[in-house]
C-alpha cells in the first residue's frame, strides 16, 4: 500500500520547457510535504518543502502546488536546465509518533539541451 | 552543513552471511533512519531510532536488526542476507521539530547479496 503516490515515472522536457511532476498521498493527516532531489550517484537532497497552511511556495525556478482538498501537490520547475535532470522524491511527514517521511517512488527527470 | 558517514560504500556478501552496514552522524541529530532504494519503489524505511538505545520498525523491517549503541551511530544488521536484500542503503539523520522535518542522508552503502 503506497501512501505517497508519484506520476510520472519518468519526464523528458526540453530546456527552457515547464517541467510539471505530480504528487498524491492518502493520509489526511500527513503535515509536512517535502520534495527531495537526487542526482546520479548521489545522496538525495532536500530541494523545496510545503506545508498544508499555504497551497504554493515557491523558491526560484521551483514552485509546489499543493492542493488539500483533492491531496494533490505538484512540482513546477521552469525554465528547465539540464543540471535539473535528477530523480525527484515527493515525501510526506506523518503528523504523529516518530514524524517520519514517507517517500514517493520518484520520478526521473531528463532536461535535453 | 550536515555530515553523515556510511562504511562500507560497497559490499559484496554471500548468500546466508551476515552483514553490517554502520552509519555514524555529527549532526547530534536524535532521529535517525536506515532506507533503502530499489527502482521504482523509491526510498523504504527499514529502521529508525530516537536516539541512543532506542530502535523502532520502519515500513520494511524483516530480515533487518538495527542497533543504535550511541547519538552518532547507528547500524543496520543483516544476520541472513539473502539476494532480494541486494539493494542501496542510505542512512540518515535529522531533527524532530513541530514545523519541519529535514532529514541528511549519507551517500549510501551498494550491498550485493551473491
Known amino acids: 500500500q503506497q501512501q505517497v503516490r508519484q506520476s510520472p515515472q519518468s519526464l523528458t522536457v526540453w530546456e527552457g520547457e515547464t517541467a510539471i511532476l505530480n504528487c498524491s498521498y492518502e493520509d489526511s493527516t500527513f503535515d509536512y510535504f517535502p520534495w527531495y532531489w537526487q542526482f546520479p550517484r548521489e545522496s538525495p537532497a532536500l530541494l523545496i518543502a510545503?506545508?498544508?497552511?499555504?497551497n504554493k511556495k515557491e523558491d526560484g525556478r521551483f514552485t509546489i502546488f499543493f492542493n488539500k482538498r483533492e491531496k494533490k501537490l505538484s512540482l513546477h520547475i521552469t525554465d528547465s536546465q539540464p543540471g535539473d535532470s535528477a530523480t525527484y522524491f515527493c515525501a510526506a511527514r506523518a503528523s504523529s509518533g516518530s514524524w517520519q517521511l514517507i517517500f514517493g517512488s520518484g520520478t526521473q527527470l531528463t532536461v535535453m539541451p | 552543513e550536515a555530515a553523515v558517514t556510511q562504511s562500507p560504500r560497497n559490499k559484496v556478501a554471500v548468500t546466508g552471511g551476515k552483514v553490517t552496514l554502520s552509519c555514524n552522524q555529527t549532526n547530534n541529530h536524535n532521529n535517525m533512519y536506515w532506507y533503502r532504494q530499489d527502482t521504482g519503489h523509491g526510498l523504504r524505511l527499514i529502521h529508525y531510532s530516537y536516539g541512543a538505545g532506542s530502535t523502532e520498525k520502519g515500513d520494511i523491517p524483516d530480515g533487518y536488526k538495527a542497533s543504535r549503541p550511541s547519538q552518532e551511530n547507528f547500524s543496520l544488521i543483516l544476520e541472513l542476507a539473502t539476494p532480494s536484500q541486494t539493494s542501496v542503503y542510505f542512512c540518515?539523520?535529522?531533527?524532530?521539530?513541530?514545523?519541519?522535518?529535514?532529514?541528511?542522508f549519507g551517500k549510501g552503502t551498494r550491498l550485493t547479496v551473491v
Open positions: 540518515a539523520s535529522g531533527e524532530r521539530r513541530a514545523a519541519n522535518t529535514e532529514v541528511f
Open positions: 510545503i506545508r498544508p497552511v499555504s
